[in-house]
Structure formats: structure tokens, C-alpha cells
């Protein structure tokens, strides 16, 4: 791939200060390495995030995501990420929503290490709760929410993935056969863990629509509808519990 004229000065100015070999930058990023696994950081909706191999690099379709669960949000509430990665979902909304409490769940143990630190960068670790384990596995219960967010993995292990996301971890990206095997589980749960009113919010693949669709109804959670990102396409699944 072609280095832009943009990301080329970043890695410059990132070859200043550390010392890394400029050259060896722009190679690994001429075969597609991901720009923020070369620096080390990405910016994410209002907040800057360290980010290693071991998470996915935050999409600008996730924080269109953030930005649609803002414009539903009470001024204080209870929400959970499920898949947090970097914590870049939880933190967002932590960071634009002060009166909220978020616990964040991943089955990947360096990951979490890595969205805590940047939980404590960001003076946010006193409302962001971290644990370990699938889903739902990681919660109580008796714990109940606001809001269920998630961007769990949705490639299907057919479907061509792009340059970039070879680099990523493969465990946050495809999700079996149709890419549907971890909705199927989050959803089965889903409505046991909101509140009465409590939202749901999901990224998704644009050929999943109708199938996710179904696996909402089926779920009990009620009025799920598929909504559009910017550029078109189907890309974000909200429910609710009625």
C-alpha cells in the first residue's frame, strides 16, 4: 500500500522522538501494518488511546456508535461494554458522560491490561470497572444496566478482510461461519441484564440485518431496528427492554 503524505509525517515526528528507525516505519506500514500500532496511539472520539497488536484498532464506525448512544443517554445511568478491547467504548462514553458508571468486560486478559492503563491515563479508572471473561460471564446475576453496548467480533470466516485487519487479532474479528456466533450469545442473554427501559446498542457487519433482526426478536428485547452509518450502510443493531 501507498503511505500518505499525512501518515508519513506522523511516523516522522514519532521517529524523533523515540528513536525507532524511520525507514523500518515506513516499510512496515507500506505492507499494511496498522499506523497505530507503529506509533503506539489513536485517537477516539473525544479521548487519545494507547493501543498494541494484542486489541483491534478503534473504527471510525465505533464512534459513530458512541456518538448514537449519546444522543439517547440520560444525564447519569449504569452501562456495560461487552468485548471493551482498548476500552475505547467505555471510555468514550465515561469521558462525555460524567454521571454514568461502566463496567467493561473481555475474555483477553492483555487487553484489559491495556484498556486499564488507559483507563487510569485518562482519570477515569474510579468510574470504569474492569473484569475478566465472556460476555455476560463476567457479571453477576443480580447486576442489571442502563445500557449494553458492544462491538463484538462480526466477520465471517469466509468474508475478505482488508490489508490492515490481517495484522489484527483474529479473535476480535470473526465470529464462525455467517459471523453471527457471538451476537447469537450476547443476545440470548441480553434482556437479562437491563433494566426496564435499558438499552442496547451493537455494531455489525452490512449484510447482517435481516439475521440480526431475527436473533432481536427471538431475544425479547423489543423494537430492535437496524440504523445506518454515515456512509450508508447498515452497521449499528438498538433494542430495547419494554
Same mark, same amino acid.
Given at each position: ?59 471510525? !464506525?465505533? +464512534? $459513530?456508535?458512541? &456518538?448514537?448512544?449519546?444522543? @439517547?443517554? #440520560? ?7 461487552? /468485548? ?72 465471517? !470466516?469466509? +468474508? $475478505?478482510?482488508? &490489508?490492515?485487519?490481517?495484522? @489484527?487479532? #483474529? ?7 455467517? /459471523? ?19 438499552l442496547f446498542f451493537g455494531e455489525c457487519g452490512p449484510y447482517h440485518a435481516a439475521a440480526l433482526l431475527e436473533l432481536a426478536k ?25
Open positions: 500500500m501507498t503511505v500518505s503524505e499525512r501518515e508519513e509525517l506522523w511516523l516522522r515526528e514519532f521517529a524523533a522522538k523515540s528513536g525507532e528507525d524511520i525507514a523500518e516505519l515506513l516499510k512496515k506500514r507500506g505492507s499494511g501494518y496498522p499506523l497505530a500500532y507503529l506509533i503506539g496511539s489513536q485517537p477516539f472520539h473525544e479521548i487519545e488511546l494507547k493501543i498494541t497488536p494484542d486489541v483491534l484498532v478503534p473504527r471510525p !464506525e465505533t +464512534e $459513530e456508535l458512541v &456518538e448514537r448512544v449519546l444522543k @439517547e443517554a #440520560k444525564p447519569k445511568g449504569k452501562g456495560v461494554d461487552l /468485548g471493551c478491547g482498548s476500552g475505547a467504548i467505555a471510555l468514550a462514553l465515561a469521558h462525555a458522560l460524567p454521571g454514568w458508571t461502566f463496567t467493561a468486560t473481555d475474555i483477553s486478559q492483555k487487553a484489559l491490561e491495556l484498556a486499564k492503563e488507559n483507563a487510569k491515563k485518562l482519570g477515569l479508572d474510579s468510574r470504569v470497572d474492569f473484569r475478566l471473561g465472556s460476555w455476560f460471564e463476567a457479571l453477576t446475576d443480580s447486576e442489571t444496566y442502563d445500557l449494553i453496548v458492544t462491538n463484538p467480533p462480526y466477520v465471517g !470466516e469466509m +468474508e $475478505e478482510i482488508d &490489508e490492515g485487519a490481517s495484522f @489484527e487479532p #483474529k479473535t476480535a474479528l470473526f465470529a464462525g461461519p455467517d /459471523g453471527l456466533d457471538c451476537y447469537r450469545q450476547i443476545l440470548a442473554k441480553a434482556k437479562d441484564y437491563l433494566k426496564e427501559g435499558g427471538g431475544s425479547g428485547l423489543a423494537s430492535p431496528e437496524i440504523l445506518k452509518d454515515y456512509s450508508g450502510r447498515d452497521r449499528f443493531i438498538r433494542a430495547l427492554k419494554a
